[in-house]
Nanobody, 122 residues
Framework: QVQLVESGGGLVQAGGSLRLSCAASGRTFRWRAMGWFRQAPGKERDFVAG????????IYADSVKGRFTISRDNAKNTVYLQINSLKPEDTAVYYCAAGWAATSSTATYDDWGQGTQVTVSS
């Protein structure tokens, strides 16, 4: 089990960028798949991006491909989400998750952070 703490959210204008960070505690981070999800008010939690533990390969939701980049630094126990060309529809609470497989399903993630708010103004 890992404890996850997200940071880096905020209010930004459309077209701007943010880098979200997710700091993990625990010694098992490097063997965990990591993912980012987001949840807008009144909507379900949606997959954004995932990164596998064994080869750092990545997967993305179609809606964010080319704009979002997930990466990890095992030495720092941290996973990042670089968000570029922000749109108002990207407004949501962004959650970091750790699990046994980097998929688009919440079912493959066991541990979740508390979330960080991203608000994009038009």
């Amino acid at each position: 089990q890992v404890q996850l703490v997200e940071s880096g959210g905020g209010l930004v204008q459309a077209g701007g960028s943010l880098r979200l960070s997710c700091a993990a505690s625990g010694r098992t981070f490097r063997w965990r798949a990591m993912g980012w999800f987001r949840q807008a008010p009144g909507k379900e939690r949606d997959f954004v991006a995932g990164i596998r533990w064994n080869d750092d390969s990545t997967i993305y939701a179609d809606s964010v491909k080319g704009r979002f980049t997930i990466s990890r630094d095992n030495a720092k126990n941290t996973v990042y989400l670089q968000i570029n060309s922000l749109k108002p529809e990207d407004t949501a609470v962004y959650y970091c998750a750790a699990g046994w497989a980097a998929t688009s399903s919440t079912a493959t993630y066991d541990d979740w952070g508390q979330g960080t708010q991203v608000t994009v103004s038009s």
